[in-house]
């Protein structure tokens, strides 16, 4: 094995696996899109490649897409049973997030709307907004013409501020209050503050623990509040799905407030809020394990704040 070959790969693994997980919106497939680039470079002829970090972005770039376009993933997305793999503050897979494109292109709301778009729109929305990559090189790397990259860029643009409601964006701090004073209201049962609580547009959806073959989508303040009441009521049916009582602890996740269910040093569940004008506009529920892996593996490795339930 060439020494220098996988020292120039892993020098941009990290750059490579955040522009991965965005275009997938899923972690465990960012790694092996990721793990076929590293391959592909192993048996690549390193003489003729002249600049490493356009050739292995182009590579994972493209392996992306094919994975978007199989017929396997477009049957989980369409299906109605896919939402975004959550990661937790400080996940290096999360990259750049020194503009608010990066940081918004990293959303569950923007990853979730990204599903919407081509394959082809979503690679060059990403690798414009979230990666500053110019139309020329984006040009390059999908065997597309300048003017086309143009196009696919201003359609998902579009598409995606069309979609995506607006309002004053909540620092960390304020929306954490938020969450708070909504998590205190659900566990106590005060529905009339939880609904004046929610945005007059709010919506909730779940992937039912992984038990349900759709998502469960909820709409107006009223309903969502009832579903977050049912919820958010620990019953020993649900204890014995998480396999115990978790503590409760409210941390940042893919850039927004979440409230986390941790069991053993093990997250069995998280809701993740978007806090808009000091109301919560969505909230997104996840307890699959198959889609909480990751996010478990770098809690363990992270310094929690105490929880604000010690045993739900």
Do not use: C, N
């Given at each position: 094995m060439d020494s220098a070959a996988v020292e120039t790969f892993e020098a941009g693994r990290g750059r490579l696996a955040s522009l991965a997980y965005r275009l997938l919106g899923s972690a465990a497939d960012a790694e092996d899109a990721v793990q076929d680039t590293f391959l592909r470079w192993l048996a690549a002829d390193h003489e003729r490649v002249e600049v490493p970090e356009a050739w292995l972005t182009k590579v994972v770039t493209n392996v992306c897409l094919d994975?978007?376009?199989?017929?396997?993933?477009?049957?989980?997305?369409?299906?109605?049973?896919?939402?975004?793999?959550?990661?937790?503050?400080?996940?290096?897979?999360?990259?750049?997030?020194?503009?608010?494109?990066?940081?918004?292109?990293?959303?569950?709301?923007?990853?979730?709307?990204?599903?919407?778009?081509?394959?082809?729109?979503?690679?060059?929305?990403?690798?414009?907004e979230a990666f500053s990559y110019s139309h020329a090189e984006i040009a390059g790397i999908l065997d597309i013409s300048k003017s086309a990259?143009?196009?696919?860029?201003?359609?998902?643009?579009?598409?995606?501020?069309?979609?995506?409601?607006?309002?004053?964006?909540?620092?960390?701090?304020?929306?954490?209050?938020?969450?708070?004073?909504?998590?205190a209201a659900a566990t106590s049962g005060r529905t009339e503050?939880?609904?004046?609580?929610?945005?007059?547009?709010?919506?909730?959806?779940?992937?039912?623990?992984?038990?349900?073959?759709?998502?469960?989508?909820?709409?107006?303040?009223?309903?969502?509040?009832?579903?977050?009441?049912?919820?958010?009521?620990?019953?020993?049916?649900?204890?014995?799905?998480?396999?115990?009582?978790?503590?409760?602890?409210?941390?940042?996740?893919n850039g927004t407030p979440a409230v986390l269910a941790v069991l053993d040093d093990r997250v069995v569940g998280a809701v993740a809020f978007e806090v808009r004008d000091g109301k919560v506009a969505s909230l997104r529920g996840i307890a699959a394990a198959d889609r909480l892996g990751r996010l478990s593996e770098v809690w363990r490795q992270h310094e929690s704040d105490a929880p604000v339930i010690d045993a739900w």
């Open positions: 994975r978007l376009r199989s017929a396997q993933a477009r049957h989980e997305r369409v299906a109605g049973a896919w939402l975004p793999e959550p990661l937790l503050e400080g996940d290096p897979m999360l990259g750049p997030a020194d503009t608010f494109e990066q940081r918004e292109s990293v959303s569950l709301a923007v990853l979730t709307l990204l599903e919407r778009l081509s394959p082809v729109e979503r690679a060059v929305y990403v690798l414009r990259s143009q196009q696919h860029a201003h359609r998902a643009r579009i598409r995606v501020a069309s979609e995506r409601p607006r309002g004053s964006e909540a620092d960390p701090a304020s929306a954490r209050r938020v969450v708070e004073e909504f998590l503050r939880l609904v004046a609580l929610l945005t007059d547009d709010v919506t909730a959806v779940s992937d039912g623990a992984g038990l349900s073959k759709r998502l469960l989508e909820y709409r107006t303040r009223e309903r969502v509040a009832s579903f977050v009441r049912a919820g958010f009521k620990p019953t020993p049916a649900k204890r014995r799905l998480a396999g115990g009582s978790p503590s409760i602890h409210i941390a940042l996740v």
